[in-house]
């Protein structure tokens, strides 16, 4: 069984830690709707990649991309799970 060490370095089982991110994702997902998640992360990237002539080149940006169309997509299946409920 692997273990990971939380900042307090108690031994936590993987199961207690994908427990507590829930907890963490259920949380966020109070805020906003996840349409409205969608919406906001839209928001953010498109100034992110207007600004990006002022900032410079930035050798990260397909990582940035690729983390964002993770954040649309989980977003949006849970839509679409709260559209089939």
């Known amino acids: ?4 060490y939380n900042k307090l370095t108690e031994v936590e089982s993987q199961d207690s830690a994908a427990i507590a991110y829930g907890e963490h994702v259920k ?6 709707d996840p ?19 002022e900032l410079g080149h930035n050798p990260h940006a397909s990582d ?16 679409e799970r709260k559209a089939a409920a």
Request: hydrophobic fraction near 55%.
């Open 35 to 53: 349409k409205e998640w969608v919406e906001d992360l839209w928001t953010i990237y498109t100034g992110f990649m207007v600004a990006q002539k």
């Open 27 to 32: 949380n966020l997902l109070t805020m906003n």
């Open 1 to 4: 069984m692997r273990f990971m």
């Open 64 to 79: 940035l991309f690729c983390t964002f169309r993770e954040l649309v997509f989980f977003f949006q299946k849970l839509e």
